[in-house]
């Protein structure tokens, strides 16, 4: 059996064997991937430098769009170069790092974005309590405690899934180190930690999809009863372009972990996994900066600054 664990490295999956159809990719990869940096980079810039933009709900904007910027960075890269050079190849702690950071940077932004949710609640249903409430050292625990738990949930995820035994073949059926993939790897059909570390995974994706509903439920019965029209378009525009992001990344993110296991590939993995890791970092600056008029605003008085300087 110790012969079995000795794996040096993985072979991600190409998206064509014919070098046309690779290089296509690989600039249809780039080309995403250069857009969701420019967005994320600019929000988290704008708000950086904004004094007008220094509240809570901004604060967890920025923190959504580094996470963001750092999800995305973990997969494509990788897969650009690989794309590029001809390559398929990841080394063994390069895949167990990338795993890592996937799971850490998802689980962190699913708590992140329950924490704007309470945040929410918080603004509309009670207005006059709000800085009370949401203290700067208030949003900086709740921003500490989803990043540790996000690092604390992908280090328990990689580590029970590492420390089974693999053969046979060492092709990942992915574009990046995923568990459905790696499983298939394993030698051992019994994988008591990894169902283990999945069944806590789901259960906190349960509890914080509830925190949620809780939040928008007196949310949207508040903001119906704002006598004016003015009034609840500000209201909704805060909340929705959030509840636009949540639905984008909870549901593609829980398609591909929750979706039966299958020993064969199939074309769905590789369209749930590009959903899950790419669609959402790359959409959710877009959602925030095209329907908040603070951070458009933001980005006229810095254009306007840049021009006369």
């Known amino acids: 059996m110790a012969n079995l664990t000795m794996v040096t490295g993985f072979l991600l999956m190409g998206f064509s064997n014919t070098w046309e159809l690779q290089v296509l990719h690989a600039m249809l990869f780039l080309l995403i991937y250069l857009v969701a940096l420019m967005f994320n980079l600019l929000i ?33 890269p990788k897969s650009i170069t690989n794309s590029f050079c001809g390559s398929r190849s990841i080394s063994f702690i390069g895949c167990v790092l990338q795993f890592f950071l996937v799971i850490f940077f998802a689980a962190s932004e699913l708590f992140l974005l329950t924490v704007m949710s309470y945040d929410r ?12 409430i949401m203290t700067r050292r208030t949003c900086v625990k709740m921003a500490t405690v989803s990043w540790i738990s996000g690092g604390l949930f992908g280090a328990l995820y990689s580590g029970s899934t590492f420390t089974l035994p693999f053969c046979g073949s060492n092709e990942v059926y992915q574009f990046f180190c995923d568990v459905s993939s790696l499983l298939r790897l394993s030698c051992s059909d019994i994988h008591i930690g990894v169902d283990v570390t999945l069944a806590i995974g789901v259960s906190l994706g349960i509890l914080c999809f509830i925190s949620i509903a809780i939040s928008y439920g007196p949310i949207f019965s508040t903001v119906l009863k704002i006598p004016t ?15 636009i992001v949540l639905i984008v990344f909870m549901t593609t993110s829980v398609s591909a972990y929750l979706k039966p296991h299958q020993e064969s590939y ?19 600056p877009v959602i925030y900066s095209l329907r908040n008029k603070d951070i458009k605003t933001s980005l006229k008085k810095l254009i306007a600054r840049k021009h006369l300087s």
Not at 121 to 132: D, G, K, M, N, S
Not at 229 to 243: D, I, N, Y
Request: with cysteine; aromatic share 14%; net charge negative.
């Open 44 to 76: 988290f810039t704008l708000i950086s430098l904004d004094e007008h933009l220094h509240s809570p709900m901004y604060f967890f904007l920025k923190n959504l769009s580094f996470l963001d910027l750092c999800f995305i960075s973990t997969t494509l």
């Open 121 to 132: 609640y918080v603004a509309i249903c009670q207005p006059l309590h709000y800085e009370v």
């Open 229 to 243: 029209t003015e009034g609840r378009s500000k209201a909704f525009s805060t909340c929705v372009p959030h509840l």
């Open 266 to 284: 199939s074309v769905l993995d590789l369209l749930l996994s590009i959903f899950y890791t790419v669609v959402p970092p790359t959409l959710n």
